[in-house]
């Protein structure tokens, strides 16, 4: 299976800031790769796909980039509704596989 | 408006058996792939099984092979696991998911979830 691995594990940032996650993937994945963000008790929601498709109705403050093994999230200013953990998968081979997810905390 | 809702979750005992379900609305149920993706409390997540259309393909993540079995009635709109031999490393929240197109291996929408605890 394709490992994916995530960094930070977690961060610390302010409203206003930009912040950057990344993502690798342990072999070639093309630009087949989702993030999406999780909320405390809630279900995750899709934000990209294809690497940098945003989702209809994701702000356009998060933005994705990256293909075959390194991919980067970034969201333009954060805003506190973005206090989240958030998750990578690459969606190029079955088993789908996640990443370990990065936690965005309030600083 | 699209809406999944799992139940069939609760306590069951290591190697105990659990049905879970998945109620969809708002959507051509027949015309997708589905996806089942669990969570263990505090950890991440992680992709069990998923059914074609029609439910000529199924895929399963390796630990679940051999004990879990996805499946769907598109009559009823539903999608189904039947969870056999459970241990207690599959307790975890399960979330029903849909795949956007044709297997692409994403998933746009999700259920609020169900919990599965297993433990004697």
């Known amino acids: 299976a394709i490992r994916m691995t995530q960094s930070p594990s977690s961060l610390s940032a302010s409203t206003g800031d930009r912040v950057t996650i990344s993502c690798r993937a342990s072999q070639g994945i093309s630009t087949n790769l989702a993030w999406y963000q999780q909320k405390p008790g809630k279900a995750p929601k899709l934000l990209i796909y294809?690497?940098?498709t945003l989702e209809s109705g994701v702000p356009s403050r998060f933005s994705g980039s990256g293909s075959g093994t390194d991919f980067t999230l970034t969201i333009s200013c954060l805003q506190s509704e973005d206090f989240a953990t958030y998750f990578c998968?690459?969606?190029?081979?079955?088993?789908?596989?996640f990443g370990q997810g990065t936690k965005v905390e309030i600083k | 408006e699209v809406q999944l809702v799992e139940s069939g979750g609760g306590l069951v005992q290591p190697g105990g058996s659990l049905r879970l379900s998945c109620a969809a609305s708002g959507f051509t149920f027949s015309n997708y792939w589905m996806n089942w993706v669990r969570q263990a409390p505090g950890k991440g997540l992680e992709w069990v099984a998923n059914i074609k259309e029609d439910g000529s393909e199924i895929y399963y993540v390796d630990s679940a092979m051999g004990r879990f079995t996805i499946s769907r009635d598109n009559t009823k709109n539903s999608l189904y696991l039947q969870m056999n031999s459970l241990r207690a490393e599959d307790s975890a929240v399960y979330y029903c998911?849909?795949?956007?197109?044709?297997?692409?291996?994403?998933?746009?929408?999700w259920g609020q979830g169900t919990l599965v605890t297993v433990s004697s």
């Open positions: 294809g690497a940098s």
């Open positions: 998968q690459q969606h190029y081979t079955n088993p789908w596989t």
């Open positions: 998911a849909r795949d956007p197109g044709e297997g692409s291996g994403y998933s746009d929408y």
